[in-house]
T-cell receptor, first 115, second 116 residues
Framework: AQKVTQAQTEISVVEKEDVTLDCVYETRDTTYYLFWYKQPPSGELVFLIRRNSFDEQNEISGRYSWNFQKSTSSFNFTITASQVVDSAVYFCALSEAEGYQKVTFGTGTKLQVIP | EAGVVQSPRYKIIEKKQPVAFWCNPISGHNTLYWYRQNLGQGPELLIRYENEEAVDDSQLPKDRFSAERLKGVDSTLKIQPAELGDSAVYLC??????????????FGPGTRLTVT
């Protein structure tokens, strides 16, 4: 069975601080995909990134960066120089790579960036 | 390009009443998903459609929930009768098809259901 754990329920930072959101996953699959989604107060989930299990190269996109470590089953997300607009709930998710690729979401981390 | 459209955005009903949610996916997206998101939790899949066929409804409580996607485009999710525990946000998502690109599902804003 797949499981995604986001131990941080809520995080508050002051604007311009860096913040890292943790994600730990469990799967018996050898190939799988990992995702991060952002859910702003408006409600819809916004896709941020997808990584496959064969690609452990870290990725940077603007102020966002992701650290995938297969050895520790973690896929952490760092926001550099946080802004108020980053305030949202962030979900880490996992899907199998074969067949249907059902997506399993974590419970989310609520990030509040204080001006 | 319009995103996934859902209506209504909010619904308050008394228990034992019926309720229906509507979703119009992104044009051209063959796969449509209904999720339920309880407070403080991540979304959980209820049902997935490939065109008009429900290919995964294993998590749908079939005694009271039903869904349809008759023409393979928009979809309706119904609860009858609603129970207090059904209070949640119901999210609709769509993707080109389930296989590719992996997991790039586009979500609507959801319908927040409150059962009193």
């Amino acid at each position: 069975a797949q499981k995604v754990t986001q131990a941080q329920t809520e995080i508050s930072v002051v604007e311009k601080e860096d913040v890292t959101l943790d994600c730990v996953y469990e799967t018996r699959d050898t190939t799988y995909y990992l995702f991060w989604y952002k859910q702003p107060p408006s409600g819809e989930l916004v896709f941020l990134i997808r990584r496959n299990s064969f690609d452990e190269q870290n990725e940077i996109s603007g102020r966002y960066s992701w650290n995938f470590q297969k050895s520790t089953s973690s896929f952490n997300f760092t926001i550099t120089a946080s802004q108020v607009v980053d305030s949202a709930v962030y979900f880490c998710a996992l899907s199998e790579a074969e067949g249907y690729q059902k997506v399993t979401f974590g419970t989310g981390t609520k990030l509040q960036v204080i001006p | 390009e319009a995103g996934v459209v859902q209506s209504p955005r909010y619904k308050i009903i008394e228990k034992k009443q019926p309720v229906a949610f509507w979703c119009n996916p992104i044009s051209g997206h063959n796969t449509l998903y209904w999720y339920r998101q309880n407070l403080g939790q991540g979304p959980e899949l209820l049902i997935r459609y490939e065109n008009e066929e429900a290919v995964d409804d294993s998590q749908l409580p079939k005694d009271r929930f039903s869904a349809e996607r008759l023409k393979g485009v928009d979809s309706t999710l119904k609860i009858q009768p609603a129970e207090l525990g059904d209070s949640a946000v119901y999210l609709c998502a769509s993707s080109l098809w389930a296989g590719t690109p992996r997991g790039e599902q586009y979500f609507g804003p959801g319908t927040r259901l409150t059962v009193t």
